[in-house]
T-cell receptor
Framework: GQQVMQIPQYQHVQEGEDFTTYCNSS?????IQWYKQRPGGHPVFLIQ?????EVKKQKRLTFQFGEAKKNSSLHITATQTTDVGTYFC?????????FGKGTSLLVTP | DTEVTQTPKHLVMGMTNKKSLKCEQH?????MYWYKQKAKKPPELMFV???????INESVPSRFSPECPNSSLLNLHLHALQPEDSALYLC???????????????FGSGTRLTVV
């Protein structure tokens, strides 16, 4: 199936610092979804992006979908310890979600 | 009800055992999925059911056998598993397999399987 590449694999920040994870596809995506998985937990849906150039915000989280619909990013402003977890982007290959490798975020108080 | 319920939460089984994982949703979703997740890896798609029919089998070994008794239930029957099959097995559901869904996939909390 279609692959989405995600970087970085890990990110360790001090509380209050910003964080960004990037997702890239070699082909155009009809839409992209973002999920968060806390340690020991299950993936939880955050948002779906559909339109070219779309930007959506959820409190301190900002999600962007590239103009060519081949890349996406998640930016967290002023991280908190509650932001700890793995953030996955997931693209539809046409029949079901394929997850990127994820970015594991560690926040030090 | 906006949950996907999976049972059991933990399962230890021997390589000669037969066991089943269960998944239930009452959100009226017409697509249900089984994913396998190893430690520090992303979920990997195993099976997709759409309108109670098997839509996708991602070349999963026959020792894993899915079943969809009705629109709310999804089972995964396990037989003669190997230790390398130990993983977190996640069930998910969505409104429709092919339509972009603003609510995304709803995942259950998973069954943590250990094969000994």
């Amino acid at each position: 199936g279609q692959q989405v590449m995600q970087i970085p694999q890990y990110q360790h920040v001090q509380e209050g610092e910003d964080f960004t994870t990037y997702c890239n596809s070699s082909t155009t995506l009809s839409n992209i979804q973002w999920y968060k998985q806390r340690p020991g937990g299950h993936p939880v849906f955050l948002i779906q992006l559909v339109k070219s150039g779309e930007v959506k915000k959820q409190k301190r989280l900002t999600f962007q979908f590239g103009e060519a619909k081949k890349n996406s990013s998640l930016h967290i402003t002023a991280t908190q310890t509650t932001d700890v977890g793995t953030y996955f982007c997931a693209g539809p290959p046409g029949y079901a979600l394929n997850f990127g490798k994820g970015t594991s975020l560690l926040v030090t108080p | 009800d906006t949950e996907v319920t999976q049972t059991p939460k933990h399962l230890v089984m021997g390589m000669t055992n037969k066991k089943s994982l269960k998944c239930e949703q009452h959100m009226g979703h017409r697509a249900m999925y089984w994913y396998k997740q190893k430690a520090k890896k992303p979920p990997e798609l195993m099976f997709v059911y759409s309108y109670e029919k098997l839509s996708i089998n991602e070349s999963v070994p026959s020792r894993f056998s899915p079943e969809c008794p009705n629109s709310s239930l999804l089972n995964l029957h396990l037989h003669a598993l190997q230790p390398e099959d130990s993983a977190l097995y996640l069930c998910a559901s969505s409104q429709d397999q092919f339509r972009a869904d603003r609510d995304g996939y709803t995942f259950g909390s998973g069954t943590r399987l250990t094969v000994v």
